[in-house]
């Protein structure tokens, strides 16, 4: 009887300390953790700039919120029901990338790091045919280019039924030259790449005959070769030597006007004597000047120093007006960050203090020129009026008079479709289009 009285009360302690163990184990557990997360934790714009949407994922928080490191970028409130966040930038001016970071956090100490970055523009020698010819967006095919301050003159620089690859690079053009008579040669010109985008050979033909006997046309090719010295080299001296033995290619108007690591051009046509010849480019490992010969009988063609890794100066002789050979020389000033020229001077020791050709350029993408003094050939005084799109609407030249204005119609890219106004002073040589159409990828 006595071991049977006991058994409840020994079956109720143990039930009641279980159910205390387990009240109290309930009491103690801890609460779920606030959580907070992001899909993205990186994220790129190109230089065009963009948007970018990141979804914030959060559990157990009341109170979420974004900010940015920098001023470039712009956030949008998170969506508390969708947990969006926007993040955008503008187009960049910048030449270098840039980077920031988002930062997403909470009351807590809880936050979250999204490193955004966007590409710069980079050295503007390096850039695209497109860029360098303040073309916008990926254009396929051209109809018709020009520059406005070359109108009056006799070899107008009008470029017909252009065409681009899809890295932006020009690979065909069509203009005009003229000949000793005066009379018009049509030039279908060729261009071809590597894969670094660097021009690698420029083939040209023409409608123009070397002899009447056979009319075999006339026709050259150029090759260019590469080191790797890292030196940007003046184009004004090479390809305007070249212009000078008849291969005219209107470099001025889609070239850059240095280009990096060149090491030897080579040059074929079957006109002049001797029908092939190189200029090939020395470096100075000394004093980091360089010198530029012709193969065929290595004579110093130009002499280059630089500042850093731009050309500062090209030595080299020049037949003033047609008399006398004399030592000339080219000055460049260029920003040292982006490679921008703001300033390229010629003097000659013919002309004293008188800058033979005087150039000033604007600092922005395209680096345009801005005023022209020409004290040799044409004697001009130019001063260059653009619009925010980089487009000329004015041209006011004192020495002759000559004044010019344009207005443009665009299209959704900011590629100037249509010249809606164009009043000028005197008579444009040759007359130039005034519709144009452009085919994009």
Known sequence: ??????????????????????????????????????????????????????????EGLDYLNAYSSSSWISLSDIDPETGNLVISVEKTEEIGDLAGE???????????????TQEGNGI??????????????????????????????????????????EAGMLTYMEYFNLNMGGSKINCFCTLSYDDQNRLVNIDVKTDGVIS??????????????????????????????LEENTTWLWYRVWMPRMIKDIKRVTVYNNVTNPTDFYLDFEINETDGSAYLYTSEEPQLLNAYTFN????????????????????????????????????????????????IMDKTYSDVLCNP??????????NYNMLIERNENSDIIGISESNHGLQASYQYEYDENGNWIGITDCNLSIEATYPFETERTIVYY
């Open 308 to 355: 850093g890794q731009y050309t500062a100066t090209v030595d080299y002789m020049m037949n003033f007006l047609g008399i006398i050979t004399t030592d000339s020389r080219l000055t460049y000033t260029v920003e040292p960050e982006s490679g921008y020229l703001t300033h390229l001077v010629q003097t000659s020791s013919v002309m004293g203090d008188t800058p």
């Open 212 to 241: 009447m006997e056979d009319m075999t046309p006339f026709e050259y090719s150029i090759s260019l070769e590469y080191g790797d010295h890292g030196k940007y080299v003046d184009v004004e001296r090479i390809f305007g030597f």
């Open 124 to 165: 503007i020698y390096d850039r695209s045919s497109l860029e360098i010819m303040n073309l916008h967006g990926k254009v396929k095919e051209l109809s018709f280019y020009f520059d406005p301050t070359y109108v009056w003159e006799q070899n107008a620089s009008y470029l017909y039924n252009l065409k681009f690859n």
């Open 369 to 378: 020129l801005m005023t022209y003094i020409e004290g040799l050939n044409f």
């Open 1 to 58: 009887m006595r071991i049977s009285t006991y058994l409840p009360i020994i079956a109720a302690s143990s039930f009641l300390a279980v159910l205390l163990q387990a009240c109290t184990e309930k009491e103690i557990a801890p609460e779920s953790r606030p959580e907070l997360s992001v899909n993205e934790t990186e994220i790129w714009f190109s230089r065009e700039g963009g948007t970018d949407t990141v979804i914030v994922t959060s």
């Open 102 to 116: 988002v930062v997403v956090y909470s009351e807590l100490d809880t936050t979250y790091r999204i490193k955004v």
